[in-house]
């Protein structure tokens, strides 16, 4: 607001009111300042708005409430300045201790911090290259592709440029050596640095954080693979993204026909044990109703056990189409209900096992080589339970079997209960229990 006021006061009020007056007006009180801006001749021809600006109507309105004062300003009529000398700068030499060559170079340092070491020097630090002697090289170090003085020259270059292979290559003297690659630099360095590591190592020393594992094909066929990635066209691109669309989906589609046939399969199985039910209250007596139940239980375990070990091997072997990462081999299959799913987590969870372990090809293979573990252990106790369950049903009945019921009548109660899987006899049953073992006959 007050610079819209300077700016319609004119130009004459701007250059007589000098700075050091402004300062000083900062004591005045809110009245004389008012009536020192409502004293300035208006122009003729002023607007409404402008004119009450100048007047300082309505100023009160636009203005807010709160405390505006940030403490920036002057606190006092006369500014308190420093009253401090400047301290002195001298343009003097200085050594830098990263070099070698002690070149004298020249930067401004304030007087009494002339010695001090140069504080950019901390950041330079070389490479220690690990040096060898000729006896070792003969013994240890030989390689029919690489000399001594070839190496030698190599371990200068190492030790000049700090390993930074790239500006070794392009500094290489191919008139006296052999052309050489970037991949065949490091493979020529590392391989004789860890034969040095192991060779000067103490028994027993951990050498796993300085021995490096430099696999120079695999370097040299990645770069060719990069190559032919970055010299694609547009057109092979767009085709590369269209045949990964196309893929998904192939995949969607797939999954989705796998649910519905899913869902068609409860169907079938729902309807054939509602036609079971029907068909045995009317036409099969209640023998051959259990007979069939107990051995369609049985093909269904047998089934769902097999299907377990069938998930858990389309887990190690389903990769899909194109590109994929090795996480996708860790999914859980649709097939499987989530109950199951839920005990499989929770079991590897009591075993201290991550859900989702790092993908990488060992763990991988391994991890679900141990679900298929847990989920086959999770199926064989939902077996014993089953048969637990059985065993007491066959105990109850055995002790409430009636006095007149001889051995052989016994054995073909158990036979027939073995073959039913659920232990329904037909023998006739009384009032009282038997506790003790039946009288033979």
């Known amino acids: 607001?007050?610079?819209?006021?300077?700016?319609?006061?004119?130009?004459?009020?701007?250059?007589?009111?000098?700075?050091?007056?402004?300062?000083?007006?900062?004591?005045?009180?809110?009245?004389?300042?008012?009536?020192?801006?409502?004293?300035?001749?208006?122009?003729?021809?002023?607007?409404?708005?402008?004119?009450?600006?100048?007047?300082?109507?309505?100023?009160?309105?636009?203005?807010?409430?709160?405390?505006?004062?940030?403490?920036?300003?002057?606190?006092?009529?006369?500014?308190?300045?420093?009253v401090q000398k400047v301290r002195p700068w001298r343009w003097i030499p200085f050594v830098n201790q990263a070099r070698t060559d002690n070149a004298a170079l020249y930067h401004w340092a304030r007087v009494g911090e002339e010695d001090k070491q140069y504080p950019f020097a901390k950041y330079s630090n070389r490479v220690s290259v690990p040096d060898f002697s000729e006896e070792e090289y003969r013994v240890y170090l030989e390689d029919p592709e690489w000399s001594l003085e070839e190496t030698r020259y190599l371990w200068e270059l190492c030790d000049r440029f700090d390993l930074r292979f790239i500006i070794m290559k392009d500094r290489y003297d191919t008139a006296r050596f052999p052309t050489r690659s970037v991949e065949d630099l490091k493979d020529r360095y590392y391989t004789v640095c860890n034969r040095v590591a192991k060779l000067r190592a103490v028994p027993g020393e951990d050498l796993s954080e300085v021995l490096v594992a430099y696999d120079v094909e695999h370097e040299k066929l990645r770069k060719e693979q990069l190559e032919l990635l970055f010299a694609r066209t547009q057109k092979e691109i767009d085709e590369h993204n269209y045949l990964v669309e196309?893929?998904?989906?192939?995949?969607?589609?797939?999954?989705?026909?796998?649910?519905?046939?899913?869902?068609?399969?409860?169907?079938?199985?729902?309807?054939?044990?509602?036609?079971?039910?029907?068909?045995?209250?009317?036409?099969?007596?209640?023998?051959?109703?259990?007979?069939?139940r107990s051995r369609r239980d049985r093909d269904r375990e047998r089934d769902r056990c097999g299907n377990v070990t069938k998930h858990l091997n389309k887990i190690i072997e389903e990769r899909g189409a194109g590109p994929y990462l090795r996480s996708y081999r860790l999914k859980v299959p649709n097939t499987m209900t989530n109950k199951r799913a839920k005990a499989m987590e929770q079991m590897l969870d009591e075993l201290g096992i991550g859900v989702k372990p790092i993908a990488t090809e060992n763990v991988t293979t391994q991890f679900n080589v141990?679900?298929?573990?847990?989920?086959?252990?999770?199926?064989?106790?939902?077996?014993?339970?089953?048969?637990?369950?059985?065993?007491?049903?066959?105990?109850?009945?055995?002790?409430?079997?009636?006095?007149?019921?001889?051995?052989?009548?016994?054995?073909?109660?158990?036979?027939l209960s073995m073959d039913e899987g659920e232990g329904g006899g037909s023998l006739p049953k009384q009032s009282s229990s038997r506790s003790s073992t039946p009288t033979t006959s």
């Open 1 to 82: 607001m007050q610079d819209a006021k300077d700016i319609l006061a004119g130009r004459d009020n701007l250059t007589n009111t000098s700075i050091k007056e402004q300062v000083l007006s900062q004591g005045q009180s809110r009245k004389a300042r008012k009536r020192a801006l409502s004293s300035a001749v208006v122009p003729e021809g002023t607007c409404r708005e402008i004119r009450a600006l100048r007047e300082g109507e309505g100023v009160q309105k636009l203005l807010p409430d709160i405390e505006i004062d940030t403490g920036l300003g002057y606190k006092h009529v006369k500014a308190k300045l420093g």
């Open 246 to 292: 196309e893929v998904k989906k192939v995949e969607y589609r797939r999954k989705e026909r796998e649910r519905i046939a899913q869902t068609a399969q409860k169907l079938i199985e729902q309807v054939e044990i509602s036609d079971d039910k029907g068909f045995d209250k009317n036409r099969r007596s209640s023998s051959t109703k259990k007979k069939e």
């Open 370 to 415: 141990l679900r298929n573990n847990v989920l086959m252990l999770l199926e064989l106790k939902s077996a014993m339970q089953s048969a637990e369950f059985e065993l007491s049903s066959l105990k109850h009945k055995y002790e409430n079997l009636p006095d007149s019921v001889s051995m052989s009548d016994v054995d073909n109660f158990l036979e």
